[in-house]
């Protein structure tokens, strides 16, 4: 039988509970607790391999301090859908904020409060990449 590939919404949400729980320093089993289940179906959301039920995400929404529209937020455009306002900001971004290393990265430079400063490092980080302006 074959895999079955998660939705992308689903997996878009999913990072998203794992992006909030990150922000928060929150471990799965914590978040598990709080909902009454296993970091392990904690993990499966995250991963979009379950769907989030309308109930259990206005649970994760209250748990997380966020609205149910922040994991909405970027959302990929579903084929035949028409969404409403501004477009999804591009993938890699949440991806990028879903990771511990993206989430740190960005905690420690919104720190930096020397707005040159903070350009000089963008400019180092462009080159040290390889892209031209």
Known sequence: MAKKIPNPID????????????????SQEKLGDALGLTFQ????YEKGT??????????ISNILQ????FFFEGAPNM????????A??????????????????TKSFMKIKNGKLRRRIV?????????DK
């Open 50 to 59: 379950n769907r989030i039920g309308a109930s259990r995400l206005q649970q």
């Open 41 to 44: 179906q904690v993990q499966k």
């Open 11 to 26: 997996k878009h949400v999913g990072s998203r509970v794992r992006m909030r729980r990150m922000m928060l320093s929150m």
């Open 88 to 105: 999804p900001s591009p993938a890699y971004v949440s991806d990028f904020l879903a990771t511990s290393d993206g989430l740190s990265l």
């Open 66 to 69: 966020v609205p149910v529209s």
């Open 123 to 131: 400019d180092l980080v462009e080159q040290i990449a390889g892209e």
């Open 79 to 86: 084929p035949g859908h028409t969404g409403m306002g501004e």
